[in-house]
């Protein structure tokens, strides 16, 4: 849904709607459902002429803080291109610099509490609107360095680290950690080097193609597993993206997952879900919270892919 204001004037005069707050308790609401179901809510913010100030950009950003939308989507006004050639140079004349200010502005801010908005015109417009990657490749070009973007807060969209002992109570069976050639789950191990095992590699992201090269050298990564109807069917190197839904159509052995912090409960049990039998892999990242938040001699050892 596109909420494109911070503020309840700006809403009112960009929707012609006084129903700001309401839509923000939907908002909560649609977010809840999407974190204790298989959905996702994505918000959108547009930047127009008159949502660029400061108090739409603090607004947005500390609304969505406090609604935790699985996905927050960040794009730019083209209704003053709609009557020009897709390939317009200088956007006609039109000034998208207030546009992108604000963006980066915004942008920032998110990341700055460990919130990493999707710029939509990369992931939804690419390559139809070719304006829309000429502003990308100017925001993009003047976003500081990730490392530079700190904070003491993490005020992340979605579920905070995980409860590490309820985690493994619930699925202590069936998390392993790959050590050499073994899988090991407690007193069980399996041998990699026996048999080529199919697994499945979740959620998509921006590295999963260099996490897939590396699984191969032990396994058969046979799918990519994500939640995003956008993905479902593309692939990844020589890899289809599938749902979910699809994991027990696939009959795989285990499913490595490399995740944040925030959602790796979320996916353990969506795939728990869908598969009540699969075998899961936790990464490295994961082992360090697992060893840094050991409450009792229940715990596993996970160790280091």
């Not at 360095?145 to 309820?166: A, H, K």
């Not at 499945?200 to 799918?223: D, W």
Request: glycine letters at 6%; charged letters at 25%; one cysteine or more.
């Amino acid at each position: 849904m596109s909420l494109d204001a911070g503020t309840s004037a700006t809403y009112n005069k960009t929707k012609k709607s006084t129903k700001y707050e309401t839509v923000l308790e939907n908002i909560v609401r649609y977010s809840h459902a999407g974190r204790t179901g298989d959905g996702a809510v994505s918000v959108k913010y547009i930047f127009t002429e008159n949502n660029c100030g400061d108090d739409d950009i603090l607004g947005f950003v500390y609304a969505m803080i406090a609604c935790r939308p699985q996905e927050i989507w960040l794009t730019f006004d083209f209704d003053p291109l709609s009557d020009l050639p897709a390939n317009e140079p200088n956007f006609g004349g039109y000034d998208y610099s207030r546009h992108i200010d604000a963006y980066i502005k915004m942008y920032e801010l998110f990341r700055k509490y460990g919130i990493v908005p999707i710029h939509y015109a990369e992931k939804h417009l690419a390559p139809a609107s070719l304006h829309g990657k000429e502003l990308l490749r100017m925001v993009k070009g003047r976003l500081r360095p990730e490392y530079l973007i700190q904070s003491d807060l993490d005020l992340r969209v979605g579920e905070q680290t995980p409860n590490t002992e309820q985690l493994t109570q619930t699925h202590q069976n069936r998390i392993f950690h790959l050590d050499g050639n073994l899988l090991k789950c407690g007193d069980l191990s399996i041998s990699v080097s026996d048999k080529r095992l199919d697994i499945g590699v979740a959620p998509a992201s921006h590295h999963v193609e260099f996490t897939i090269a590396e699984l191969s050298k032990q396994f058969n990564v046979r799918s990519v597993i994500d939640k995003d109807i956008v993905y479902t069917g593309k692939e990844i190197g020589d890899v289809k993206i599938i749902s979910y839904q699809d994991i027990s159509v696939q009959k795989l052995d285990f499913i490595y997952v490399k995740a944040t912090d925030e959602i790796l409960a979320d996916i353990i049990e969506c795939i728990q879900n869908h598969d009540s039998h699969i075998g899961i892999i936790i990464d490295k990242k994961h082992a360090q919270i697992f060893s840094t938040k050991r409450q009792s001699t229940r715990i596993i050892e996970i160790h280091p892919l």
